[in-house]
């Protein structure tokens, strides 16, 4: 099941979860049943759905001297062909400074302009 998939049998509160998980880049679970104020046995089972569907990645660990889990947003799906123009990568993938005059790059906004849909 694709992540959009996945979200869109999500309740209402594991939306508000999985945004907060999203929004923070990472919460200890200990901190993330506080923040959408429910109790920890709720936001526990939110955390194991969201984890069970793919959507964040749940690891174990010590936080405060207490057992608890660290929550963080699951990579997405990743259109790797919007990189693409007709055969041509991307001239800008990997470099630190990107030269807008650079032929490489010219090149493929051509490619990318004269490609057919």
């Keep these: 099941m ?8 999500l309740s209402e509160d594991e939306r508000e979860g ?7 880049g ?3 679970q200990s901190d993330f049943w506080k923040e959408l104020d ?3 046995r709720k936001g526990s089972r939110i955390a194991e ?10 690891e174990e660990t010590v936080y405060d001297g207490h ?5 963080e947003p699951a990579a997405r799906d990743l259109e790797f062909g919007l990189l ?7 001239p800008f993938i990997g470099e630190e400074e990107v030269n807008h005059n650079s032929d490489a790059f010219s090149q493929w906004l051509m490619n ?6």
């Design 18 to 24: 999985l945004e907060l998980i999203r929004e923070t």
């Design 38 to 40: 429910i109790s920890s």
């Design 26 to 28: 990472g919460i200890h």
């Design 67 to 71: 057992n608890t889990y660290h929550l």
């Design 112 to 117: 990318l302009a004269y490609e057919e849909y």
């Design 2 to 9: 694709s992540a959009s998939a996945a979200e869109a049998d």
């Design 84 to 90: 693409m123009a007709g055969d041509m990568l991307s």
């Design 49 to 58: 759905t969201l984890a069970s569907q793919g959507l964040i990645e749940r």
